[in-house]
T-cell receptor, first 111, second 113 residues
Framework: GQQVMQIPQYQHVQEGEDFTTYCNSS?????IQWYKQRPGGHPVFLIQ?????EVKKQKRLTFQFGEAKKNSSLHITATQTTDVGTYFC???????????FGTGTRLTIIP | GAGVSQSPRYKVAKRGQDVALRCDPI?????LFWYQQALGQGPEFLTY????????KSGLPSDRFFAERPEGSVSTLKIQRTQQEDSAVYLC???????????FGQGTRLTVV
């Protein structure tokens, strides 16, 4: 079945530093979504990418979808303590609505 | 309601007991997903519905797991003869259509003792 891998598994950064998580698939994806899950909470939708090479920005967050639609990244500039949580990518294949989650990257911030 | 509602929030079951977990999706949402999330892991797909039709149940771990959505709105995930390895948070999500953003409920934390 489809597998979506994320790296790194954990990331500890000083407040104000940048953070990036990467999502990789062995198959071409229909679209990719990013979610954030705070400790003890549930996943909350951040963004969806559909087009090859697409780049979207939300304030300090930048999302990219690879040209081959097999990988994606999330970059956070100048992290803040509110950015703490686990970031998941989630992907669907063509013709199948099944949303498969990546392994996640847990971000902790050192104040 | 304003969001996806799941009940109960917490459930403690004795090994061998049957449990039923309920999900109330956002009104009008066609797609409904169930996920299992173990501590420190990502959500693992269990099954999904498009209206009342169960289109994919490939993630259900065993035939002890059963899900239904008979009228295309509320869904129930049933686990028969619970085992300790079933302990996890069970998340329900709904979306307006397939491939759209998914809205998650707070989850049901199941502990099998």
């Amino acid at each position: 079945g489809q597998q979506v891998m994320q790296i790194p598994q954990y990331q500890h950064v000083q407040e104000g530093e940048d953070f990036t998580t990467y999502c990789n698939s062995s198959t071409t994806l229909s679209n990719i979504q990013w979610y954030k899950q705070r400790p003890g909470g549930h996943p909350v939708f951040l963004i969806q990418l559909v087009k090859s090479g697409e780049v979207k920005k939300q304030k300090r967050l930048t999302f990219q979808f690879g040209e081959a639609k097999k990988n994606s990244s999330l970059h956070i500039t100048a992290t803040q303590t509110t950015d703490v949580g686990t970031y998941f990518c989630a992907a669907t294949n063509f013709g199948n609505e099944k949303l498969t989650f990546g392994t996640g990257t847990r971000l902790t911030i050192i104040p | 309601g304003a969001g996806v509602s799941q009940s109960p929030r917490y459930k403690v079951a004795k090994r061998g007991q049957d449990v039923a977990l309920r999900c109330d999706p956002i009104s009008g949402h066609v797609s409904l997903f169930w996920y299992q999330q173990a501590l420190g892991q990502g959500p693992e797909f269990l099954t999904y519905f498009q209206n009342e039709a169960q289109l994919d149940k490939s993630g259900l771990p065993s035939d002890r797991f059963f899900a239904e959505r008979p009228e295309g709105s509320v869904s129930t995930l049933k686990i028969q003869r619970t085992q300790q390895e079933d302990s996890a948070v069970y998340l329900c999500a709904s979306s307006y259509t397939g491939f759209a953003e998914a809205f998650f409920g707070q989850g049901t934390r199941l502990t099998v003792v």
